[in-house]
């Protein structure tokens, strides 16, 4: 109960500040105000985001992680990340991508913290053997971890509905994995668009409109991202409904194989 | 110039230039440096065509966001054509005040870019996972799974691939996918299994719930606050000093609960980077340049980093500070690379 409460402490403090740093374009006009460097703006919110992504991780290492947990999880992100791989062996369209796929199991079958973990080490090892790791990675992270962590809440609200084991459940799953293609990459262009949208304190005055702003980040995003967005949401849709019921049969195998308890022996 | 710190310096250094600076002959002037570095680099690891990629990059980079900033910002005197003012968003004149304006973002973008791939480059993954802070050990453990399990899995996807090509898989379409992905997830699952077992038979124990973890966690959450908030006064122009109080505070915490928290660890490190002599004096000319751009940003000293484009082009300001601390990306260049 007591690491429940802190779970979902932090995870209110991380959504939020994470969240609030993202959309402070949109929300707060002074982010483009002429007297702040706009140069700034990107990294200062990456670095927001490395410091919410760093919370998280360490409640859940420290309450949620054993032996177990990370001998499983660290297999996994390698096979994720082999996945990236094998995406040059198939070759798919621009933006179509297998990883979200494990990611969104794991945080289905073995919850929402276990699937923030999978999400954002993913992009940290993934970062790390393509040598991807730059200002952009933060927001590549707590993306992809919330994927997952969605992931353990859309398990907990079929948990009590009959959908479980029938064609619905990957039904929903489907839908849920489509969707998260084309959020990620808007969320992800979210710390980088007021950077590269245009002069400070000009195109972005204070009092401008809540709609008005949507309206310039909606243009952008139709400009740059939809066509990769569309494409990566598709190959989610496929992969999750052409593999996810055999590959949630393997998982609920091995959560049963894992799941047992080692307690140390009491000195006597 | 192996060392993982000295690194850090140059990346950290080279940043904080980055990011106080509009000027593009200094802009330039850094991307040039950053070239020739990472050209360097990249041929001590034996990487062909990384010139070739990168300049391709940075000009896609420089193009998008010209293009981008020409069509949406309508701003400035120098008025190059115009559309209807009714047309949704790309409506207005096109100035050539946005088309620099924008041209300039797209070289940030394109030496930070450069900045953390020379980075990349430069460190070895090892050298990399050693930077993760101490606290986060059964994270560092994990990555360290990963990262020797990648090979292993990449041999047996090759495996698994071949032997569906010779049972006449055509590995064309998605679902032919699942017959590699099924024994691929299945032989993974059992080596967890058995990895678990054995670090487990070893000794390795993660304590959850200590309250060593419980303070760390406090102290990471109002440290975040007070960055958070110290940014949050700086966009409504509250006074600058109360920002660099919290982002101070903020910071001081962070690094003091951290470094408790990595004390509880009990790590053994082995093979610790070699500091040379050439590495000490590449880290100090590193860390006194920074210090001095700090100074320099502080003090407003005369180094013509800032450049206003609106409402008319004018020519940018160099000044020899300027020019001096522009050449801190390209400190590395005077070191041999040594491994």
Redesign the interface.
Known sequence: MK?RL?SL??NL?VFT?GF??LL?PFV?P??R?P???S??FP??VS??IV??V??T???V????????M??????????N??LR??EN??P?PAGFS?TFFLIIIVGYTLGGRMGFLMGA?TM??SG??T?????WLPGQMITAGWVGQSAGLLHAGLKRSRWQGKPAEIILLTIFSGVWGLLYGAIMNLWFWP?????SG??WHQGASLAENI??YT??YL??SLVWDITRAI?NV??LS??GR??LR?FDR?EQ??SFQ?QREEAK | MSVAATWVAWLVAS?IL???T?NPIYLALVILLLFILGARQAKAKGQQGWVSQNLRFAGTMLA??TL??A???H?GQTELSALPKDW???GGPYTL??LV??AI?GL??SA??LL??I???SLS?KQ??RLIPR??R??T??????????P???DR?HQI?EAQLIRGNP??K?????P???P???G??E???L??ES??ARG???Q???KQ??I??IG??L???A??SG??L????YPEWISLLLYTLGGAT?ILVLAA?GRAQNVTSLHQDEWRSRDLLAFTLLVAAGLFLIYALAAELNACFSYS??PRLGPPEVSVIGLGLSLIPGIPILFKRHD
């Open positions: 690491f802190q402490i932090v403090v500040l609030l740093s402070a707060l002074q982010a105000n007297g702040f460097s140069t700034s990294i200062t670095l927001i410091l919410c760093l919370l991780l360490f409640e290492q420290s309450t949620g992680l054993d032996n177990k990370i001998a499983f999880l660290g297999v996994l992100i390698a096979l990340a082999g791989f094998l062996a198939i798919g297998p080490m940290f090892v790390l053997i040598g991807g790791i730059g200002p950077f590269l949208g245009g002069a000009q195109s309206g310039r243009a952008y400009a740059t190959g496929l992969i052409l593999m055999s590959v393997i091995f194989r894992f080692i | 940043m980055l990011l106080s509009r998008l966001s981008i900033n069509l949406f910002t701003t949704l968003l790309i005040e946005s304006y924008g973002n940030v973008i930070l870019y953390f791939n980075f990349n480059l993954i990399i996972t606290a986060f059964p994270l453990v994990m990555t360290t799974i990963s990262l020797t399990f990648f292993a899995i990449q996807t691939r590995m064309k998605i679902s032919d996918w699942l590699i992905l099924m691929l997830l299945v993974s699952l080596d967890a299994l990895l678990s670090m487990t390795f124990h993660v959850a719930g200590q973890n419980r760390t966690l990471l959450i440290a975040v606050f960055i958070f940014w949050i700086r966009l409504f122009n962070i928290a484009i609106y």
